[in-house]
């Protein structure tokens, strides 16, 4: 397309009119381009204003709406926390009844008076390698030599007490050693701890038949101390050969578990008399044998089939 003359002059004036109204705009707070500035917010402010009425209450509605939704989750998340604090709480109640009812019941069979206490720390301390610390002492009525169990059995000694603590020698400690005797029998030995989680048991006749699943329990110290009679220690896991030796060597497998221990009892009181098997727990009964599987029946003979005999011609 051709451009003419006259129309590169109306565009050369166009362009000078815009420049010359910047210009005076940049200028002056007067002149056509505010006066078309002012003409445009005359129109628009009505506009405007009547837009943000309809639209502003809607926005601050979701507004709203999102701070009362993130003060909700909020609540939402203060409640589970509760109800997590709860059922820590609720399950850690159950368990300690659950401790304190075998702790009562071993007390109650074995006519042993205890002072139950809470275990509050583990570890090594004075020289021994397997100790607890529980939160009763003198004033509780602990003494040193006293014996220490729970629901399940022997848990170890007292060894030293403060007004409000004392400390415990567990069973296993390489240091501790206890007589022990046979389930059902008069057959004595001296159990001890090697640190581990099983038991040793050095039985003094040698001529005694020792089983797996044996039971055995406290022989008992004269008065009491630090070992009352009758409290169960575990079961017989494996007998070992000693041929021509003095004793019978086996290891036993503790009812207690050293790595849970929680509620425990002082023995501040032994009994009157010997409570021999009486604080074991029933044993359980055996398993029923297997049915035996029926015999085979025994293959049909096959019935020979017919045989047919042709005569032969002379």
């Given at each position: 397309?051709?451009?003419?003359?006259?129309?590169?002059?109306?565009?050369?004036?166009?362009?000078?009119?815009?420049?010359?109204?910047?210009?005076?705009?940049?200028?002056?707070?007067?002149?056509?381009?505010?006066?078309?500035?002012?003409?445009?917010?005359?129109?628009?402010?009505?506009?405007?204003?009547?837009?943000?009425?309809?639209?502003?209450?809607?926005?601050?509605?979701?507004?709203?709406?999102?701070?009362?939704?993130?003060?909700?989750?909020?609540?939402?998340?203060?409640?589970?926390?509760?109800?997590?604090?709860?059922?820590?709480?609720?399950?850690?109640?159950?368990?300690?009844?659950?401790?304190?009812?075998?702790?009562?019941?071993?007390?109650?069979?074995?006519?042993?008076?205890?002072?139950?206490?809470?275990?509050?720390?583990?570890?090594?301390?004075?020289?021994?390698?397997?100790?607890?610390?529980?939160?009763?002492?003198?004033?509780?009525?602990?003494?040193?030599?006293?014996?220490?169990?729970?629901?399940?059995?022997?848990?170890?000694?007292?060894?030293?007490?403060?007004?409000?603590?004392?400390?415990?020698?567990?069973?296993?400690?390489?240091?501790?050693?206890?007589?022990?005797r046979l389930e059902g029998s008069m057959d004595l030995g001296i159990l001890t701890g090697d640190g581990t989680d099983t038991l040793a048991l050095r039985v003094l006749d040698p001529q005694v038949t020792i089983?797996?699943?044996?039971?055995?329990?406290?022989?008992?110290?004269?008065?009491?101390?630090?070992?009352?009679?009758?409290?169960?220690?575990?079961?017989?896991?494996?007998?070992?050969?000693?041929?021509?030796?003095?004793?019978?060597?086996?290891?036993?497998?503790?009812?207690?578990?050293?790595?849970?221990?929680?509620?425990?009892?002082?023995?501040?009181?032994?009994?009157?008399?010997d409570p021999r098997d009486s604080v074991l727990p029933p044993k359980p009964a055996p398993s029923p044998a297997p049915a035996p599987e029926p015999a085979p029946a025994p293959a049909a003979t096959p019935t020979?089939?017919?045989?047919?005999?042709?005569?032969?011609?002379?």
């Open positions: 397309m051709r451009d003419s003359r006259r129309t590169r002059v109306v565009l050369a004036l166009l362009l000078l009119a815009s420049v010359t109204l910047i210009m005076l705009d940049a200028r002056s707070s007067s002149g056509p381009a505010a006066w078309l500035r002012s003409t445009a917010q005359s129109i628009w402010a009505p506009v405007q204003t009547a837009f943000s009425g309809v639209v502003g209450p809607v926005v601050e509605f979701f507004d709203g709406l999102g701070d009362d939704e993130q003060a909700r989750l909020d609540e939402l998340e203060r409640e589970n926390a509760e109800l997590r604090a709860q059922l820590r709480t609720s399950e850690l109640a159950r368990n300690r009844a659950a401790e304190l009812d075998a702790l009562l019941r071993v007390a109650g069979a074995g006519q042993y008076r205890t002072v139950p206490a809470q275990v509050i720390a583990v570890g090594p301390a004075q020289g021994f390698a397997s100790t607890a610390t529980i939160d009763a002492g003198e004033i509780d009525g602990l003494r040193p030599e006293m014996t220490v169990l729970n629901g399940d059995g022997l848990v170890g000694r007292v060894k030293s007490v403060t007004q409000t603590t004392a400390l415990v020698v567990l069973l296993k400690d390489a240091t501790s050693s206890v007589g022990a089983a797996a699943d044996d039971r055995v329990v406290t022989f008992g110290s004269s008065g009491g101390s630090p070992y009352v009679p009758g409290v169960p220690i575990g079961a017989v896991s494996r007998v070992e050969s000693t041929p021509g030796q003095l004793v019978r060597l086996a290891t036993v497998d503790p009812y207690v578990d050293f790595n849970a221990l929680d509620l425990v009892g002082v023995v501040v009181e032994a009994p009157r008399e020979p089939s017919p045989v047919a005999f042709r005569g032969s011609r002379g």
